[in-house]
Structures are given as C-alpha cells and as structure tokens.
C-alpha cells in the first residue's frame, strides 16, 4: 500500500475517534446533504449551515 493511503487512513481513524459517532460520513451521507440543498424543498435556507459533521466540530 502506498504511504501516502496509510496517512489518510491514519487521519481518518484519528478523526473518527474523536467524534460522537466513532466514524466518518460515507459519501451517500454527504450526497444526501447536497441532494436536499438544490432541492426545491431548501428554497428558504438562504444564508443557511448546513452542519454535515456527524456533531463533530474538530479544526
């Protein structure tokens, strides 16, 4: 495996540890975010944040 794979995997299980749900979002969870916000049914969330963290807030 390339090490550039193992570093992301490394963040990527350090930063699913430290959130609520013990993992990150799956690319269908993300999907579904955006699905919804150029739907007609987000027609009123102008200037809106659309949190798609799984309640994480980590920088």
């Known amino acids: 495996m390339p090490r550039a794979e193992r570093v992301a995997d490394w963040i ?9 749900f013990g993992r990150v979002a799956t ?3 993300i ?5 919804y916000l150029v739907s007609p049914e987000a027609v009123w969330s102008s200037g809106a944040v ?8 980590l920088h």
Not at 31 to 35: D, I, L, R
Request: proline letters at 8%.
């Open 31 to 35: 999907a579904a975010a955006v699905k």
């Open 27 to 29: 690319p269908g969870e």
């Open 12 to 20: 990527t299980d350090a930063v699913a540890q430290q959130g609520p």
């Open 50 to 57: 659309l949190d798609v963290n799984g309640a994480s807030y």
